[in-house]
């Protein structure tokens, strides 16, 4: 069983930046972020796997950027331009299926990002 815990959401004005860090309780290839707006379906924000290849949802290419590091327990999610329609709660999703653009089946807690000014 694999334990995600992430931090580094918070409340930033339009325009902003943010970085999520989502650690791993063991070293994990394939590793991601959801997101949820309220009211909304959870959503896919970014993937990237064991040998980093990323793959981003168009909404956010360009201004979002995901990384790990080498040990491959730890994802990040770089968020810049943030836009009111960012705020959501972000999930870090972990796991196979991740390559086949579904959830996997390992989640963090998940952290608010709110954009707000």
């Known amino acids: 069983q694999v334990q995600l815990v992430e931090s580094g959401g918070g409340l930033v004005q339009p325009g902003g930046s943010l970085r999520l860090s989502c650690v791993a309780s063991?070293?994990?290839?394939?590793m991601g972020w959801f997101r949820q707006a309220p009211g909304k379906q959870r959503e896919l924000v970014a993937t990237i796997t064991g040998g980093g290849s990323t793959n981003y949802a168009d909404s956010v290419k360009g201004r979002f950027t995901i990384s790990r590091d080498n040990a491959k327990t730890t994802v990040y999610l770089q968020m810049s331009s943030l836009k009111p329609e960012d705020t959501a709660v972000y999930y870090c999703?972990?796991?196979?299926?991740?390559?086949?653009?579904?959830?996997?089946?390992?989640w963090g807690q998940g952290t608010q990002v709110t954009v707000s000014s």
């Open positions: 999703n972990a796991g196979s299926r991740l390559l086949l653009g579904v959830p996997g089946n390992y």
């Open positions: 063991g070293s994990i290839n394939n």
